[in-house]
């Protein structure tokens, strides 16, 4: 009913997507499973070549097995350093494809080197960047923490990949340095292994028009907060919420009540289980085989008490 119910108001979709990752459980989890900590890491300084000019800009990341899906390299519009090569093209290293330097806001110019690789597929501040200059999009690691891009890396675990990938920039004359990072890495909250973030398709609920009336509540002060210092942080929250991912690859759960059919095509959303394509009228319909997410059953506990969805 509740699924139903929302997916008709467009409050739930079927979209691509950065989600979190969990490659032992394989499953994708919601922002509010990742639990952080800080963990001490590597800044590596890497040479991209500027194709038009010869010179080479270096750009720094904690994650450099992801730069085999690189699509970009964005600066800030504001910083002079990088302007005169806006619009140009970068050769990526050890694989060789031109990826587009460009503009973005997003960029803060004192971090780093004020230069960002630009991985869609792996980040979700590139995925939106990725959006807004219709970059490619380039999957890099599967399901199971694997490297799945074609060629010598395929088939590594990720950090056994970026171990390699290192060591064929540094032969190559194209790692600048290496430093010490501290930075905050998410884990799985079931099993701690490190989240990978990746771009899939899942089921999300809209989040936007949903926080915007939680906000509204709380601002006219119709709830109060108490000790009152938590308002701030609620508010953090709301107004920074991404769109939340509902759909488990588990075995558990409510099963999502979507059928698709295997000849045309037709996907329907139905309360009531689906044996015939409503469109073409083929028997051959399966069900959306993941589960909704335990906190999204779990919210429904006080409808079903109180005699939802009659008006009671």
């Known amino acids: 009913e509740t699924f139903v119910n929302l997916y008709n108001k467009g409050l739930i979709y079927r979209g691509y997507r950065i989600i979190n990752w969990c490659p032992d459980c394989k499953t994708a989890l919601s922002d509010a499973e990742v639990e952080y900590g800080e963990q001490e890491g590597n800044l590596w300084h890497?040479?991209?070549k500027v194709k038009e000019t010869g010179e080479y800009l270096t750009v720094a990341?904690?994650?450099?097995?992801?730069?085999?899906?690189?699509?970009g390299i964005a600066v800030s519009p504001e910083d002079e350093r990088y302007t005169h090569l806006i619009g140009k093209t970068a050769i990526l290293p050890l694989v060789g494809r031109e990826i587009p330097i460009f503009a973005?806001?997003?960029?803060?110019?004192?971090f780093g080197t004020g230069c960002v690789k630009v991985t869609p597929c792996h980040d979700p501040n590139d995925f939106e960047m990725g959006e807004r200059h219709d970059l490619e999009q380039v999957l890099v690691i599967g399901d199971a923490g694997e490297i799945i891009f074609e060629g010598p890396y395929k088939g590594l675990d990720r950090y056994e990949a970026r171990k390699r990938v290192v060591a064929d920039l540094e032969s190559q004359g194209l790692l600048v340095k290496t430093e010490k990072h501290m930075h905050n890495v998410g884990g799985c909250y079931r099993c701690s292994t490190t989240v990978e973030p990746l771009a899939s398709r899942q089921w999300f609920v809209k989040m936007k028009p949903l926080a915007d009336e939680a906000i509204k509540v709380v601002k006219d002060e119709k709830t109060n907060f108490v000790p009152e210092r938590f308002t701030k942080i609620y508010l953090n929250w709301m107004e920074n919420v991404r769109d939340w991912c509902i759909s488990?690859?588990?075995?558990?759960?409510?099963?999502?009540?979507v059928f698709y059919c295997d000849d045309c095509g037709e996907m329907t959303v139905s309360k009531d289980s689906i044996t015939q394509c409503p469109k073409c009228g083929s028997k051959n319909v399966r069900q959306d085989e993941d589960v909704l997410d335990t906190w999204f059953s779990s919210a429904l506990w006080p409808f079903s008490t109180l005699g939802w969805p009659e008006k009671t």
Do not use: A, C, N, S
């Not at 973005?104 to 004192?110: A, I, L, N, P």
């Not at 488990?248 to 009540?257: T, V």
């Open 46 to 48: 890497i040479k991209y």
């Open 61 to 71: 990341t904690t994650r450099p097995e992801t730069m085999l899906g690189d699509t």
């Open 104 to 110: 973005d806001e997003y960029v803060d110019k004192e």
């Open 248 to 257: 488990r690859q588990l075995w558990w759960g409510h099963r999502i009540p």
